[in-house]
DNA sequence: ACCTCAATATGAGATATCTCCTATTATTAT
DNA sequence: ATAATAATAGGAGATATCTCATATTGAGGT
């Protein structure tokens, strides 16, 4: 993990730091820093304390909740603009999650001892806290509840739609199967299911889509 | 849907009236009034627009989301002190959910179109908005990766330890097998799988708890 | 270049869970 | 009260999904 003075970076990063200054309390900003993750490096783990409020500017990450049997689950994909610790600064959560870098991760990091009372006081963070945990909840509660009411095809289907980049899935296997909650083994049997039904073909490592129609059919219905 | 003066429910509720008055902004207040719910009625449809924010004083409730195919799933119980329309209220739903009452329910209702400026300049307001959110987001969030890790005996025994009463388990099946996310003939398997093991005894429709040790070994164990 | 560990790949067998069907009680509405 | 609807109950058979075992391939570190 790399430290990066916030005017440093400002510097290189100019509109992102517009938005930043439009959306923090001057006083907050002061204390605030830019981090630097590598892929696969720890954001957060579980068992240790949470010492800032990140705000993920560029790069991808992955929270995982661990399970008292040990078994981890992976339960959201973060992107640009998501917090990372927030519910930390609202003391809610009492079980820390691990987030992961996926790839090389830049973070606007808030020290929590001195920004808590800053930012719990300022009207259009709490605004933006509020609309950003209801948008959340929201999609968490979509990605569950698709789980539960849609068997594995019906919701492979959707979730490569949701990633597929130019007609090609590329997604890491392992990841994958954590994330839509099937084990590998029959993640595997489902994409070559897909493969012999023609909606996908393999090259190498990676999927392409050949039939987009078809694969959106099987996404929105049952059976 | 019986509506009532809050002035008129405050004599009676003294305690009550008084937390709430507390809690929100008295311009608010001033809009607001009590709805009376009866058993099974609708608070919410998933097809019509909400016009109130509502704050459950009384009963339980319960929230269904509404799937493309037809289908419903429970995700939520609602019990006093829950929202219902908080997401409306800060513009982050699409997709409304229905919102059913369980037993009798007893509602403040904030009208909408009145109320929404003053409740979202309010820093007390949006800071107990913002914890109520992410306490629901991770709530949410263990009773999903709890249905994905463990398998049923296991969730259902969680499921029983949490809503028994007195040793006696007595929800209805039908909703259970709803918010536990399995089919209701697999729940009476299950059932009965656990009085043939000697955790449950059967009176009549209610289920008694008659090894509560073993009941809490395996909803906390896999197997 | 070599070693190690993670990811990909597939087979075989077990089982958790589902669907469909059919009775038998409760509960609610007319 | 009686009809109608919802909840409880269980049988039979299908299958979606899991576990375990094993082999191959790829990437990162020294």
Known sequence: MEKINLKDYAENFVDIYNDIQETFPKAVLNQAFICKFSSNEYIVRFDEDIQYLFLLLDGRAK??????????????FLKKNDFIGELSLIEVEKN??????????????????????????????LHNLSKYLGDKLLK???????MQDYEFKNRLAKYILQIENDGCFQEKLTETAEYVGVSYRHLLYTLNQFHEDGLLKKKGRKYFIINKEKLERLSSKKG
């Open 63 to 76: 929270i995982y909740i661990v399970h008292e049997n040990g078994k981890r689950a992976l339960i959201q």
């Open 140 to 146: 968490r509660t979509d990605h569950y509840t698709d």
């Open 96 to 125: 820390l999650k691990d987030v992961v870098a996926i790839d090389d991760c830049t973070c606007l990091a808030f020290p929590l001892a001195s920004s808590k009372e800053h930012l719990l006081n300022d009207n259009l963070f």
